[in-house]
Each structure stands twice: as structure tokens, then as C-alpha cells.
């Protein structure tokens, strides 16, 4: 072969690569995230376990009992993140999966972590990773995927993939679920086939180990319904609705009709809404009474934003000290004829987010306003509070707590326990038997998810930021759903009187209505 040969074969070489028509290879697209692997790695696993499952994203790990392992990494090989054991399960519309990370994170911010799904179980297609072929990889801390196809990548974002995971809060086990019916190119489906190959990895650390990820097979997921809550309200007890409205979008025309059927069909005895910066709880009770065409509502407002509308005489109030002007509300209602006895009712709305140049740090904002609750609830069981409540009040908390930080602030709003004891004194258990208070933890109508903040313009998926805890000492939750109108069936939004888009159209919060009755 003459030097003019072999220079035109070099340069047609350089000029195809070796990724073939559809691949991409690593160096064809952006970098690779931190921790990737060398380039000589061991031979694929190649079994492709199927294990479908009726999973919710809900922070607990109850309902994944049933599902083996599909494969535990050895400890120690990571420093910021430590991989351990992964769970995968389906049902007919969701990949859910379930994995350790050693290290206790932010699954949301400040972390490396990685998923890469070959979601076709091609290694000639998408991008060429890890011994796979990624149609798909997420980062975690960035809040941001790529998705591969015809020689081509996308940036996109969670909501194009249904992705949702728990906890909010840092922990260092998580649980999410992808919407298997996504199409988030060109309308072109993201899973193609029956079969994937998955993998996940951090700075120093990748699960599993060897190249190729792990398989994974979809078969018939012939499951049990999803139980599905009441929307009818109970004949007996208090119906109560915590509803973060918006920055006051409750009031605002284009969002009447939705409103408007949510409250009238919700059908609420007593509300907690945050977000009332700039309306008086006058106001705020006549744009209810309007909504819903019923009179003769009590108001009240406390903070910067926290108004409660109730049915029953308000006849107590009092501001809770928290982090400056961030304090909580404290209403005591004659609820006599429901509960047979008055409700303390407490509304909250701690700082938002987490700024690093925060200081104090949003954290300790947090922390500040729930040692705050802890502390006012000790002091009314001891009979040192602002005003008197008679023993066995019943207890409820509600709000949009903004917990995307340290667990320890929902731990606290529970427990009772007290991180800042200098400024709010020793924890105490809040509930009337010394114990601690219930997480009702309600789910969405018509999904498996207990996230209650939805934004899909966000670079923040789905979160779980809005509470109510009770005194399950002397309450009893009949009923609790998180609703949420677009995932309820049309049968069910007929029924119930709502359309699909009302709660996208009310707020970026989903209202949490819980029904109570006396022990």
C-alpha cells in the first residue's frame, strides 16, 4: 500500500470511529460523570430477573420486602458515596428502584451520582458506557439527563421521564420510580423492549463493579389495585385540609374555577393555608365562602402568611416564636361538636430551600421554627402556654414544611426533641401520653406517590415538602389522601366534581386532606 493509502484509510478511520450508525460512543458525547470505570472491566452479569411489585414511593421500605436483592456491592470502595445493595421492580406503568448509598446525601444537590439504563438492552444503541448502551443517564445532584438516540443526545428534565424519588431530606437510602410509558424525545419511547440493563454510579464507586450493568426483565405485572382513599367526606369527625395556595393564587381569576371545585368538593371543616402573604384572613374567608357558596367561616392570621378558616369559633391564637419573622401559627378552635372537645390546630411554613450562602443556613432556619412548635407543645402540656388548653386536646400540624435538608427537622415536629435548647429550652414527647406524634403521610390519589410539591418547569423533581401530624393518643385517622386530580381516574374526577387540570392550576403544592375522629 503506497504512503497516499494508508494516509486516506487513517483519516477514513479517524472519520468514522467505531461506534457504528446508532452508537455514541463516550468520547461522542458530554464527559462522564466522576468514577468511571477503566477500560478493561469484567464480563457482563447476564441474568434478567423479573420481579413486579405493588411498590409506593413513600420513604418506608415495607412494601419492598418481597423483592430479592438484585445485587449488593461491597463496602468500603467509595468515600462520598459508598453503593451497597439495589432493588429493581415494575408494574405495568413504573420502574422503580431502591439502592444504598453508604453515606448519608442529598439525593437532590451536591452529589456525583449517576444512573445509566440501557433501556433497550442493546449495546450497539445509545451511548456507549459502562459496557452499555444508555438510551439514558440522570445525575442526581445536577438535576439533569441526557437521553441518547440516533446518533444524537438530549439534555431533559425529570418531568420528562417521570422520574419521583424519596426522601426529600438527606438519607442514605432512596427509592424512585420511572414513568415507563415516557416519551421524552420526538415522541420516540424511552423503553423499547422487555428487557434493561441498569447501573448507578458515584466519584469513586459504581454498582456493580464489573462492566455491563445488571438486567433486569419486564413481565406481566398481574397486581393487585392500587388501594385507593375516600373523597367522599366521613358522616362522623373533622375533615382538615393543609394547602400551600401560591404566593395568594387562591385569589387570582384565571385559577376560580379550579379552586373553586377542589375546596367545594374537598368540602373542608378547617383549613391551614400558607402562602397568604399579601390578604387578611377576612379576605381570606371571603374568597372561601365564594369558592365554595357556604358562610359563616372563622379566620384567623398569624406569621407572615398562615391564615386558618374553620366552621368553628377560633378562640385562641398566638404567635409561635421560630427564626425571626418566621414563626407559626397556633389556633385553638371550639371544635366541640365534632370531636367533642377543642382543636389545637398549628400552621407552619419554614424557610424554603437551601441557599449555600445562607446564613444562618436555611437548616438552621428550619430547625429553629419546628424547636420552636416542640417547645410551645411542652410548655401547653405542662400548663405554661400562652393560653390554656385542657388536657387531651386533640393535636394537629400542619403545613408546607420546605424539609429538603436535615432529617432532624421532621424528627423534631414527631418526637419533640429539641436541637437548639439554650434558645427553646429541654425536648419533651408532644403527644398527651408522652409519645410521638403520627406522620399521617397521606398518598396521591390515583398513583403510587407521596410527594405533595409538583413543578415540571423545576429543575427539582417531585418532593414530599407538605405535612400533617396528629395526636394519635386521642385521634384517629379515618381517612387521608393527597389529591391530586390529573392521576385520578375520569370516573373518579366525574364523580367527584373536579376536572384533570384543577390541582396543576391551583398551586405547585397538592392539597393534603386528612379526616379525623375521636379515640
Known amino acids: 500500500m503506497s504512503l497516499s493509502s494508508r494516509l486516506v484509510l487513517v483519516c477514513a478511520l479517524l472519520l468514522i470511529g467505531c461506534s457504528g450508525p446508532n452508537g455514541m460512543d463516550d468520547d461522542a458525547g458530554p ?3 466522576p468514577g468511571d470505570p477503566p477500560a478493561e472491566m469484567d464480563e457482563p452479569e447476564t441474568t434478567y430477573p423479573t420481579e413486579p411489585a405493588r411498590i409506593v414511593i413513600d420513604e418506608e421500605g415495607d412494601d419492598w420486602e418481597p423483592v430479592p436483592v438484585r ?3 461491597p463496602s468500603g470502595d467509595g468515600e462520598a458515596i459508598d453503593l451497597g445493595r439495589l432493588w429493581v421492580s415494575h408494574d405495568a406503568e413504573h420502574l422503580f428502584l431502591r439502592f444504598e448509598t453508604g453515606r448519608t446525601i442529598n439525593l437532590s444537590e451536591g452529589n456525583d451520582l449517576t444512573l445509566y439504563l440501557d433501556t433497550d438492552n442493546d449495546t450497539t444503541t445509545g451511548r456507549r458506557t459502562r459496557g452499555l448502551g444508555a438510551e439514558l443517564t440522570w445525575t442526581f445532584g445536577e438535576r439533569s439527563g441526557r437521553v441518547y438516540a440516533d446518533g444524537s443526545s438530549s439534555e431533559i428534565g425529570h418531568a420528562a421521564i417521570g422520574l419521583s424519588a424519596l426522601p426529600t431530606v438527606r438519607a442514605s437510602t432512596f427509592e424512585l420510580a420511572l ?4 416519551r421524552p424525545v420526538a415522541d420516540t419511547p424511552l423503553f423499547a423492549g422487555d428487557s434493561i440493563r441498569v447501573a448507578l454510579a458515584g466519584p469513586e464507586d459504581q454498582l456493580p463493579d464489573g462492566d455491563g450493568g445488571l438486567g433486569y426483565a419486564f413481565s406481566t405485572a398481574d397486581l393487585s389495585p392500587l388501594p385507593e382513599a375516600s373523597l367522599e367526606k366521613p358522616d362522623e369527625g373533622l375533615r382538615l385540609l393543609g394547602f400551600n395556595v401560591l404566593q395568594g393564587r387562591l385569589f387570582e381569576s384565571e385559577a376560580r ?3 373553586g371545585r377542589v375546596l367545594r368538593n374537598v368540602n373542608a371543616d378547617v383549613m391551614g393555608f400558607s402562602e397568604v402573604y399579601d390578604r387578611s384572613s377576612q379576605e381570606t374567608a371571603d374568597r372561601v365562602a365564594t369558592l365554595t357558596g357556604t358562610d359563616g367561616w372563622h379566620h384567623a392570621k398569624l406569621g407572615l402568611d398562615l391564615v386558618a378558616v374553620s ?5 385562641e391564637t398566638h404567635a409561635i416564636p421560630g427564626y425571626e419573622d418566621n414563626r407559626s401559627g397556633a389556633f385553638l378552635l371550639d371544635a366541640e361538636s365534632a370531636l ?6 398549628i400552621v407552619t411554613h419554614p424557610p424554603c430551600c437551601n441557599y449555600g450562602d445562607a446564613s444562618p443556613s436555611r437548616d ?11 417547645a410551645f407543645l411542652r410548655d401547653v402540656k405542662t400548663g405554661d402556654g400562652p393560653f390554656a388548653v385542657p388536657e387531651n386536646t386533640p393535636i394537629v400540624i400542619a403545613g408546607d414544611m420546605n424539609f429538603v435538608g436535615d432529617p432532624q427537622q421532621p424528627t423534631t415536629l414527631r418526637t419533640g426533641e429539641i436541637v437548639n435548647n439554650e434558645a427553646f429550652g429541654p425536648s419533651a414527647a408532644p403527644d398527651w401520653d408522652d409519645s410521638a406524634l403520627l406522620d399521617t403521610s397521606p398518598r396521591q390519589t390515583g398513583a403510587p406517590f407521596h410527594s405533595t410539591w409538583i413543578d415540571a418547569e423545576s429543575g427539582f423533581p417531585p418532593s414530599r415538602l407538605d ?3 396528629v395526636s394519635d393518643s386521642v385521634l384517629e385517622v379515618v381517612n387521608e389522601y393527597v389529591l391530586r386530580t390529573n392521576t385520578l381516574s375520569s370516573d373518579r374526577r366525574t364523580a367527584f366534581g373536579v376536572e384533570r387540570t384543577d390541582t396543576q392550576m391551583t398551586s405547585d403544592h397538592l392539597p393534603l386532606v386528612v379526616d379525623i375522629v375521636p379515640r
Request: net charge neutral; hydrophobic share 30%; glycine share 8%.
Open 340 to 345: 367533642g372537645s377543642p382543636l389545637l390546630l
Open 179 to 182: 414513568d415507563r410509558s415516557a
Open 467 to 469: 405535612y400533617v401530624y
Open 31 to 33: 464527559p462522564e460523570a
Open 364 to 374: 438552621a432556619r428550619r430547625q429553629r421554627v419546628v424547636d420552636g412548635i416542640a
Open 311 to 315: 366552621r368553628y369559633p377560633i378562640e
Open 257 to 259: 374555577g379550579s379552586y
Open 71 to 73: 445485587h449488593s456491592d
